[in-house]
C-alpha cells in the first residue's frame, strides 16, 4: 500500500517536487505537433507497448521516405515525429532542425522543432521557436499550452500560467489544458489548488485517463494513497489497473524513471504536447 511505501518521507509535498518536473519533461516527450491535445504529465498509457512497436514501425519507415526526399518538409516532420515517439530526442532535434532551415516559414515544422527541443531539455530555445510557430493575432492553442509547460520547466510558473489562460479563452475547459495548469499549481507548492484545477480537468468532457493519472499522483502527494489508488484503477480492465497502481507507487516511492528507463522511450502523454 501507498502508505507504507511513504513512511520515510516527511511530506509528500516536499517529494512532489522531485516527481513532478520529471512528468512534465514525459509529458513533453508525448506531444503531438498537430490534431492532439498536449498534456503536461501522466502515468502511463493503456496502449503503451502497442505504441512503442509502432513507434520504431514509424521511425523505420519515415526515415526511408525522408532519405529519399530531405527536402520534403512533411517527410522531415513526420521522420522527426516518429523519433521523439521512440524516446530518440537528439535525433528529433537534429531532423527538425534542419528542416526549419530549409522551410523557414513553415509554422508547423516550426512548432514540431520546439516541441522536440523542449523533449531535449532545451527549454529557452524550444520556447523561442515555439514563440515563432504561431502569432498573436492567429493563435495555436496547442502550442500556447506547451509554452506553458516550458515555462514551469524553467520554474516560470506565474508566466506559464498566462499562457494557460490564454489558450483556456480559445479552448474553455479544455482537459489537457487544465492538466498542464494543475501540473503548474503543483510545482509550486500548491497541491489543494491543483488538485481542484485537475478535479475540473477530470470532470471535463474529453478528459482520457492521463488527465485523470494526473489527478492520482496529486491526491497522493497529499497523503491520500487510498483514494488515489482508487482514481487509479477507476474504469480500468484489472492488468491495467494494476499496472497504472504500480507506477503510481513507484512514482511515489522516489523513482519516477522506473517505467521510462525499463522501456527507454517516454511516456505518453497528450499530451505536453
Not at 502497442?50 to 520504431?56: I, Q
Not at 493519472?213 to 487509479?232: D, H, S, T, Y
Request: aromatic share 6%; glycine share 8%.
Amino acid at each position: 500500500m501507498l502508505p507504507q511505501l511513504l513512511q520515510r518521507y516527511r511530506s509528500p509535498r516536499r517529494l512532489a517536487f522531485a516527481v513532478l518536473p520529471v512528468l512534465l519533461t514525459l509529458g513533453l516527450c508525448g506531444c503531438q505537433t498537430a490534431g492532439a491535445p498536449d498534456v503536461t504529465g501522466s502515468l502511463g498509457d493503456k496502449a503503451e507497448p502497442n505504441r512503442v512497436a509502432d513507434a520504431r514501425r514509424d521511425v523505420e519507415l519515415y526515415r526511408d521516405r525522408f532519405r529519399a526526399n530531405p527536402k520534403d518538409a512533411d517527410a522531415a516532420l513526420q521522420y522527426g515525429q516518429a523519433l521523439r515517439a521512440a524516446g530518440q530526442r537528439s535525433q528529433a532535434v537534429a531532423v527538425l532542425e534542419q528542416a526549419t532551415i530549409a522551410h523557414s516559414g513553415n509554422k508547423v515544422l516550426l512548432a514540431g522543432y520546439g516541441r522536440a527541443l523542449a523533449d531535449n531539455g532545451n527549454f529557452q530555445k524550444a520556447f523561442d521557436v515555439l514563440t515563432r510557430a504561431h502569432t498573436p493575432d492567429d493563435p495555436d492553442w496547442r502550442i500556447l499550452s506547451v509554452q506553458g509547460t516550458v515555462l514551469d520547466q524553467l520554474g516560470r510558473h506565474d508566466e506559464a500560467r498566462q499562457y494557460y489562460a490564454t489558450a483556456l479563452k480559445i479552448v474553455p475547459g479544455e482537459p489537457s489544458v487544465l492538466s498542464n495548469l494543475g501540473l503548474s499549481y503543483a510545482l509550486s507548492k500548491d497541491l489543494p489548488k491543483a488538485e481542484e484545477t485537475l478535479r475540473r480537468a477530470y470532470g471535463s468532457a474529453g478528459a482520457d485517463m492521463r488527465v485523470r493519472q494526473n489527478l492520482a499522483l496529486v491526491v497522493g502527494l497529499q497523503g491520500r494513497f487510498p483514494e488515489a489508488e482508487g482514481i487509479a484503477r477507476a474504469d480500468q480492465p484489472a492488468e491495467e489497473a494494476a499496472a497504472n497502481v504500480a507506477y503510481l507507487k513507484q512514482l511515489l516511492h522516489g523513482k519516477p524513471n522506473a517505467r521510462r528507463d525499463a522501456d527507454n522511450v517516454p511516456v505518453s502523454a497528450k499530451r505536453l504536447d
